[in-house]
């Protein structure tokens, strides 16, 4: 084999939380936040948002196609045939799906896979096309509460190579690790 490109992933470690969210800002996690972030956690917590975990085909699909509308990009997957596969590893409890609402509307959404005693961020965004709309960084905030509630020791958010994305990403103030991609040689 060889290696074909290396990319880069940020990963949380739930020791640095406590088990308290309305105490966030006493934490190393929040510590270790860039203070952009910072400011946006805290906002975030100020805005009658509502989390919870439910698993759910319609708001997963309309979450997943306003992301992908807003940036206009069409989805390069079948968000059916995806969720399919979702409803197999929730059933095994391997897969979690964590929701903001406000005013009963879905506003952000997070599918999180578990891999023994560790997560990783599989798909998510929010449904607003407003810059200023914090609900996916509340989304977050309270997955990574869940995931260490549930025992778990790291969140991996899954890629920081698109700028955009990875900015707000490391904004969380987690590790930097990198992650390969490897082709196999054809033998003749």
Known sequence: FFLNEIKYTTILDTKKLNFDL??????????????????????????????????????????????????????????NQNFKVFEKLHEKKLLRMYKTIKN??????????IINDNSIFIHGGRASNNTDDLSFTFNL????????????????????????????????GGGIYPYYNIQFKNKK
């Open 22 to 79: 309305s105490k966030i800002t006493e934490t190393n996690f929040y510590k270790d936040c860039s203070e952009r972030t910072r400011r946006q956690i805290k906002k975030s917590l100020d805005q009658s948002y509502e989390f919870k975990e439910d698993f759910d085909f319609e708001d997963y699909e309309k979450i997943i196609k306003k992301t992908f509308d807003r940036q206009k990009k069409k989805a390069d997957f079948n968000i």
């Open 104 to 113: 009963d509307e879905i506003q952000a959404l997070m599918v999180v896979g």
């Open 141 to 172: 905030i309270n997955s990574f509460y869940s995931i260490k509630n549930l025992g778990l020791k790291k969140f991996d958010l899954e890629g920081i190579n698109s700028p955009k994305r990875g900015s707000f990403k490391t904004g969380f």
